[in-house]
């Protein structure tokens, strides 16, 4: 089955600086990559996705790139503010599948230092 | 409804008891998770329930942990005599087209056993 791999569990970047959050996959018949952020308390929100016919997405500050060759996709925020600061999760999926599981990444802690 | 809705928001039981959690998915939806989300921890995936197929029951921690889906509606997670380590977050999420769109959660259940 599917294996969703994150990287790194916890960052802190300066306001203002970019952060990166690296995902791979092992299976390659996932095509459809989320991206959810969740903030202290709240449910997980989905912030961004990006689907396999492309290689990069982008909204606003926030852009996902994926390698399929290499198997791992990535969520880049640029120019962070403080509001960024939450847990983001990565996730993969066969979408229409009937088969398909959605599998998500263990999390990586964002925090923003003023 | 606009969402995907959970209740109870709050529920506190006593060890030993059984407690039923709700979900009630957004309207269309064929795909249903539920999750288990300690503190400060990941999504760790229960069950996967996805139009009228069996159920992918593959997550569930222990046979005192069960859930049903009615059709394409409501969906409960039933918890029978319940441990202290059950405490946590229950997060359900449901999506279209076996993913095709993303998945939306809920806000959860806040499950202690004292």
């Known amino acids: 089955g599917e294996n969703v791999e994150q990287h790194p569990s916890t960052l802190s970047v300066q306001e203002g600086d970019s952060a990166v959050i690296k995902c791979t996959y092992s299976d390659s018949a996932s095509n459809y990559f989320p991206w959810y952020k969740q903030e202290l308390g709240k449910r997980p929100q989905l912030i961004i996705d990006?689907?396999?016919?492309?290689g990069e997405k982008k909204d606003q500050r926030i852009a996902v790139t994926l390698n399929k060759t290499a198997k791992h996709f990535s969520l880049h925020i640029t120019e962070t503010q403080p509001e960024d600061s939450a847990v983001y999760f990565c996730a993969a999926s066969a979408a229409g599948s009937s088969a398909s599981k959605i599998i998500f990444g263990s999390g990586t802690r964002l925090s923003i230092r003023p | 409804g606009a969402g995907v809705s959970q209740s109870p928001s709050n529920k506190v039981t006593e060890k030993g008891k059984d407690v039923e959690l709700r979900c009630d998915p957004i309207s269309g939806h064929t795909a249903l998770y539920w999750y288990r989300q300690r503190l400060g921890q990941g999504l760790e995936f229960l069950i996967y329930?996805?139009?009228?197929?069996?159920?992918?029951k593959s997550g569930l921690p222990s046979d005192r942990f069960s859930a049903e889906r009615t059709g394409e509606s409501v969906s409960t997670l039933t918890i029978q005599r319940t441990q202290q380590e059950d405490s946590a977050v229950y997060l359900c999420?449901?999506?279209?087209?076996?993913?095709?769109?993303?998945?939306?959660f809920g806000s959860g259940t806040r499950l202690t056993v004292v």
């Open positions: 999420a449901s999506g279209n087209r076996q993913g095709s769109y993303g998945y939306t």
């Open positions: 990006i689907r396999s016919n492309v």
């Open positions: 329930f996805q139009g009228n197929s069996a159920p992918d």
